[in-house]
Every structure is written in structure tokens, then in C-alpha cells.
């Protein structure tokens, strides 16, 4: 960035300063800087906001937030793209905090609700709610979170009369309680999308579009992600007014303290490679690490052969119990476990602090995903190394990848261990390799529990290779070309098996300079004869030849090293040279094409809705419109099928339609049990009911089951007897039961006899 000295002085509609005044300037600028105030006192913070910061331990703002936090604050709209790890959260944290303090946003009889911000997930969420509440810690703001998978009716008691200040949601349980409840969110202040991007991938289209049209226009809206597209197409759904575009360390996109290890191995060595690969990178100063998988089946397979390896494991996934979820992400947090399984459930803002390894167990289809799936380790400024398993079928991918990001395959050097740089793209020990996947085999075939779910693995991912997205066409045609590493990656060995690997090298490419009728034959045989006149004629051609077969292979090392270069082995002699082009020379393709297409949402999803197809004009659009109808019994012929398949739907206030279940009456049932007073009644009667009925925000099954257990005794011990009377007659009571019995008895003896 310029310095102001550097600067024009011929500023439109300014007067240029005099020497002695721009002296006098400089002057007061160096008092300022030895003051010390590039930190958060400088933004504006009031004091609680402050005393939270300090209480959290932040010192000093990330350069993220040196940039989004004024103009947040300020009130503009804001498109705020940085790496993982780079402090987002506290980018719309703080700005809300401080604006629901100021006197000009109080909050309006029975309208507290003053901040929403949406997360795609349930883990996000709940941390961002924890983030919210260490911050705000001395504020007085109410915080809470709604999500899916809780106790509705728990969720109701939260929203019901004085609301929160400060929501934090996922949005498909949000959108119910608001239907449920007639929420009405005129008082908002502040909208915030965390990870923006996945909130629209998800498929919450139609939940964010309902939420936004109740929202007011006044409101303040906040978007943020690791990786955003430039084309805002996605993003104008949500109602920006003159937005400001933050896009921040978008070259680099990973961390500088990231270290990258490719290591390639065949499909089927997989699961014996993750293991020999733990066991090198769980130490002592490194005991944890989270690795990647691509469905739920792979998930809990590799549990089970972690468990048998002797290697602690938790795991979470999607479609688990959110409990679970939540219980395997605290075991892991608290250090009660080495390794945690996840699938892409995980990839997106959880912070781990004490993580140093991930391990991509299966690769990701898109550059996108790879960025936040290694982005849980190296946040804040620290150390981290992540592992991609390379099969064959993967590295149509990792090339994609590798022109996403701009970076290049190194072959394995003369460094070993953890000194080998990062990017290097190796292969595994084959010995120790053959050896573990011997004791994989063998736990499949001596356990019928690890056989079923390697089977049930199989079978999910020829699922999983349907749906998932494929690499791009120039990728796959140089995929087949490319030569898969021989070499051991350093990382995985030692400095004294460094020798033994190259011993087994050299013994690999050597060729000895006579022919198998030479070495096999006696010196005067005729066939050894007449290989040394052959020799003697041809061996310069011969030699020749093997020099040209040495230069191919060199060749074709280094297309596969560098991924920028994509010529074709015919053309590595003839290079040409390239044309020099004047300034106004516009090229066919952008300088970032790469990384806008690694970046980008799905924009043929999002433009389907604005397609109009006045008729089918191939085969395939017939096929397809004759695929829409079906057969009605009652009127003998082809109807269109119901575009909501099936489901009862009803409109919204602002004209949407929506699953006709989000407005149950389940609301009205509850606010009869538990006496809650109508919208209508005044102020102090809403607050004395709250104060009557306090209800904690998160309370598992087994706390309501105690609580009802409590209710059932103190109702019986309200029915003790206060008299002579009382007592006679329950003695009476008992008796005559008893005497019914006994007749009962005697009666069935009486038969069997």
C-alpha cells in the first residue's frame, strides 16, 4: 500500500498543503504510531465489547478483520471473502454485539429479536453460538440457538415471549418456528450468511428466500465465506443493497504454513496406506488427527479397523443422531481420542485448535472442498500438514486441483522425514504396505462385523463415483498420460532406510550392456559370436535408442511435475517460441479462469429456474417431458406428475410456498399446556410468565424424563392422608383387592383340578 507521501497532492476539489503543514502532519503521525493503536481499542468498541476481546484473548485484529470490521460497522452491506482460519467469525460477531448496544436499537416490546445469522450446519452453528456468548460475555445481549434435530417444543419456550437478542439458526428449523409461531421479524437489525456458498449448495433456496422476504429492508446484511464466486448471481437473493466486496488472499487460498503430502497408492491398499500413515504421524507432540472419508459406510469401516489397530476413534457424520454428533466432536476436542472419522460434514468452519494433521482418505471432487477440508488444520497462524491418498482413479482430480491452486508435484528429493518440502508427490513403503494389508485382510475375514461393512463400503461407493462431480475433459486426457511416482515420499522414511531405497533404485533402471544369448552362453558359442558381431555393427544405434528412452521417460516426469506445462510428448523437441503480444491484446481466456471455475457455485443449478423451453427439440427433451407424466387409472390417461410430489403445500406472506407440516398447530397446543399468555397481553404479564416458567435452552431426553419422574412423586406426596378416615379407607381399599385376587386364584385351580 502507498504511504501518503507517495500520493498526488492534485486532489479534485482540495488545495495542495503547504511544506509546512504536511511537516506538521508527519509529525503527529509519528506521535500516533508510538501510541501504539492498530489493535481493537482504535475501532470504537464500547467497553464491554472491549472487556469480552481481552477476556478471549485476542490482542490483535487479523488483517480480515482490520478490513471488514469498519465498514460493518460503518452499516454497509458487506461480501467479505478470506481464507479458513483467518478470524471470519469474528467479523460479524463484533459488529452485531456493538450495534444492539447502542441507544438507537433498543429493542421494541415483544420484538427482542435483533440479529439472525444462519450457518449450514448444526456443529457450525453451535459454535458460533459459543463464540457469540464469550464475546458478549459482559454485554447483557441473550443469545440462543435453533436448530434442527432439538425439541421443538424446547424451541417454542425459547422464542415464546421475550426472544433473544442475538439468534443463531440453521435454516430449515428457523423457517418452521417463524410459520409455527407467526414470528414477525420487523426488528431486525443485523442478517448475517455464514458460509454463504454452502448454505446455497445445500439446497436452502427456498427456506432463504421465504426468510429473507419477511425480513425488513432496513436491515444490515453480512455475507461470508472461504471462497466466494465474482459473479454475485447466487447472492442477490438475499437482498444486498450497494454491498462491499472484500476478497482477501484469494491467491494463495492456503495457509503459508500449510504442508501439502501426496501419496499415491492403489484403491485397495487404502485402508493398510492410512494406517501405516497414522502410526508415522500420531506422536506425541502431534496426538491427534481428522481424516476424510467419502460416505457414512467408509466412515464406520475405518472405526472398526481403527479399533482392531488399536487406535482410540469417534466418528460423525450427517445422518447420525445430533447428540452423537455432538458427543464425538467433545471427545475428540477434550483430547479423549486420537483420530476422528468425518465426512464433509465437518469440512466447513470447525475450529479445532489443537489439530495438526488432516488426512484426505478419500480425494474431493472439487478444488473448493479440498481448500476447506485442509483448512481445519494451520488456523491463526499455525503449523499444519495435510495428506491426500492418490489412487488411480483420483488423479484426473488432483490435476484440477493443482491448477486451482497454482502450485506444482515435486518429485521426491534428497531430504527425508519431516526436513522434505512441501508438495512432493510419492508413493508408500511397498514391504511395510504388503504387511499391513495382510492384517486387513485377515480382521475382514476373522470378523464378520468389519466383512459386512467393507461389503456395505463397496457397494456405497459405486454410489458414490454416479453422483460425485467428474474432473475436468483436458484433466482426464492428461491423466492417462501421467506416470504414477515410484519413489518413496520422504515423510515416510527414515535416514537409514533412505540407502536401502536407492540400492532397490539403482538395481531397478540398471541394464547390463550384454544380451541374455551373451551372458548365458559360453565365449565361443556361435550365438555369442554372432551377438558381438551384431554389436559391433548396430551398437551405436543401440545406444542411441536406450539415450532417447531415458529422455522420453525424463520428459514425461516433468509434464506430470509441472501441471502448468499441457504439451504432448511429440511436441517437447519442437518448442516454439511464443508470441509476444502488444498491450491491447485481449486473450480468449482469463488469467484466473482456473480459479473462478474452483470457486464458483453451481450456476446451472441457480439459471435452471429462469430457463423457458417453448418445446423439446431433440430426442432427449421428448424422453425427458414423456418421463413427467404418468398414468391416472380414474381418467385413462397421461397426467403431469405434481411438481411438489405429492406434498400439501401452502403460501406464505410473501407469496412462497412451503411443505404444508411447518404449520401444525403443534404451537398452539403447546402454548395451552403450558399456560403462556396471548401476543395481546401486556408487557409485564409476558415477563412475570417468564419468570414463573424458566426454561434452560438446551436439555437432553434424560433431564425432562427426571423431570417428569419428580413431578409424579411430588403429586403423590401431595395425596398423603390427614385423617383417621382417610387411612381406614385405603386399608379397606387394599383389603378388598386382596380378597379379589385370592378368589381369582382359587377359581383357576379349581379348573386346572
Known sequence: MLKPKDLGDDLPGFEALDQNETAEIDTHEKQNKKKGSGGFQSMGF????????????????????????????????????????????????LPILEKLLSPTNKPQPGKNLRALILSPTRELALQTLRFVRELGKFTGLTSAAILGGES????????????????????????????????????????????????????????LREIVARLP????????????????????????????????????????????????????????ALLLLLDRVLTPTSPQAVVFAATKHHVEYLHLILQQAGITSTFAYSGLDPSARKIALGKFTNKKCSVLLVTDVAARGLDLPALDTVINYNFPAKPKLFVHRVGRSARAGRAGRAFSLIAAEDVAHLLDLQLFLGAELLPPGQS???????????????????????????WEKNYSEIEEAARVCGRGWQQYVKWREPASAEANKRAKTTTL?????????????????????KIKSYTPKGTILELGGKND??????????????????????????????????????????????????QRKEVVRDENYIPHFASDQHTETGMAVNFAVGASSAELELGADSNEGVRSRKAQLRWDRKRKKMV??????????????????????????????????????????????????????????????????????????SEASSKEFRDKQQIVKERLRREKIKQKLKYKMNKKKKKKK
Not at 485476542?58 to 479458513?84: C, F, H, N, S, W
Request: proline share 6%.
Open 46 to 93: 464500547s467497553f464491554p465489547v472491549i472487556k469480552g476481546i481481552t477476556k478471549r484473548g485476542y490482542k490483535q485484529p487479523t488483517p480480515i478483520q482490520r478490513k471488514t470490521i469498519p465498514i460493518a460497522l460503518e452499516g454497509k452491506d458487506v461480501v467479505a471473502m478470506a481464507r479458513t482460519g483467518s478470524g471470519k467469525t469474528a467479523c460479524f460477531v
Open 152 to 207: 421443538i417444543e424446547q424451541q417454542f419456550g425459547v422464542m415464546s415471549g421475550k426472544a433473544p437478542d442475538i439468534v443463531v439458526a440453521t435454516p430449515g428449523r428457523f423457517l418452521h418456528i417463524c410459520i409455527e409461531m407467526s414470528l414477525k421479524l420487523d426488528n431486525i437489525k443485523v442478517m448475517v450468511f455464514d458460509e454463504a456458498d454452502r448454505l446455497f449448495e445445500l439446497g436452502f433456496g427456498e427456506q
Open 217 to 272: 429492508s432496513t436491515r444490515q446484511t453480512l455475507l461470508f465465506s472461504a471462497t466466494l464466486p465474482k459473479m454475485l448471481v447466487e447472492f442477490a437473493r438475499a437482498g444486498l443493497t450497494e454491498p462491499v466486496l472484500i476478497r482477501l488472499d484469494v491467491d494463495w487460498k492456503l495457509p503459508s504454513t500449510l504442508w501439502l503430502g501426496w501419496i499415491s497408492v492403489r484403491s485397495e491398499l487404502k485402508t493398510a
Open 416 to 442: 527425508v522425514g519431516n526436513d522434505c518440502p512441501s508438495g512432493i508427490w510419492g508413493s508408500m513403503p511397498t514391504v511395510q504396505l504388503e504387511l499391513r494389508h495382510q492384517d486387513v485382510m485377515t
Open 485 to 505: 511416482p515410484t519413489l518413496v515420499h520422504p515423510f515416510l522414511l527414515d535416514e537409514n532406510t533412505q540407502e536401502a531405497v536407492d540400492f532397490v533404485e
Open 525 to 574: 558359442s556361435p550365438m555369442f559370436l554372432a551377438m558381438k558381431a551384431k554389436q559391433r555393427v548396430h551398437g551405436k544405434k543401440v545406444q542411441r535408442a536406450r539415450e532417447n528412452k531415458t529422455n522420453e521417460v525424463d520428459n514425461i516426469l516433468g509434464d506430470t511435475t509441472n501441471v502448468k506445462s499441457s504439451k504432448p510428448e511429440n511436441q517437447t523437441k519442437k
Open 640 to 713: 403431469h406428475v405434481d411438481p411438489d410430489g405429492g406434498r400439501k403445500m401452502i403460501r406464505t406472506e410473501s407469496g412462497g410456498r412451503v411443505p404444508a407440516s411447518f404449520r401444525s398447530g403443534r404451537y398452539d397446543e403447546w402454548k395451552k399446556r403450558n399456560a403462556q399468555p396471548d401476543d395481546d397481553d401486556d408487557d409485564d404479564n409476558r415477563h412475570q410468565a417468564n419468570r414463573m416458567k424458566k426454561v434452560s435452552e438446551f436439555r437432553p431426553h434424560w433431564v425432562k424424563h427426571n423431570e417428569r419422574v419428580a413431578k409424579k412423586k
